[in-house]
Nanobody, 124 residues
Framework: QVQLVESGGGSVQAGGSLTLNCTASGRTFSNFGMAWFRQPPGNKREFVAAINWSGINTAYADSMKDRFTISRLNAKNTLYLRISALKPADTAVYSC?????????????????WGQGTQVTVSS
């Protein structure tokens, strides 16, 4: 089992920045590919970014390549998502997910463990 806990969300003004954290416990964090997904109000969950077990390989949703940065620090069992130039459209619950393999990609079905999510609200 892997337990994931997100933090770092909150209410921010448009144009600001946030760094979301996802802290893992349980099985060895460094073995797993990780990802961030988000669910805007009234919409389906969508892929944001993924990172492989070592942190070398990353992937982003096309619309998020410019302002989102995924990273990880295996020594601290922590996954990060930096969001810059926030927009009201970024308002969503952001969740981290862990796969059972070194790399899982963009599909939510390929992730086994999920956190509860952290709310990000961007006001104009």
């Amino acid at each position: 089992q892997v337990q994931l806990v997100e933090s770092g969300g909150g209410s921010v003004q448009a144009g600001g920045s946030l760094t979301l954290n996802c802290t893992a416990s349980g099985r060895t964090f460094s073995n797993f590919g990780m990802a961030w997904f988000r669910q805007p109000p009234g919409n389906k969950r969508e892929f944001v970014a993924a990172i492989n077990w070592s942190g070398i390989n990353t992937a982003y949703a096309d619309s998020m390549k410019d302002r989102f940065t995924i990273s990880r620090l295996n020594a601290k069992n922590t996954l990060y998502l930096r969001i810059s130039a926030l927009k009201p459209a970024d308002t969503a619950v952001y969740s981290c997910a862990a796969s059972g393999t070194h790399w899982a990609g963009t599909r939510s079905n390929d992730y086994v463990y999920w956190g509860q999510g952290t709310q990000v609200t961007v006001s104009s």
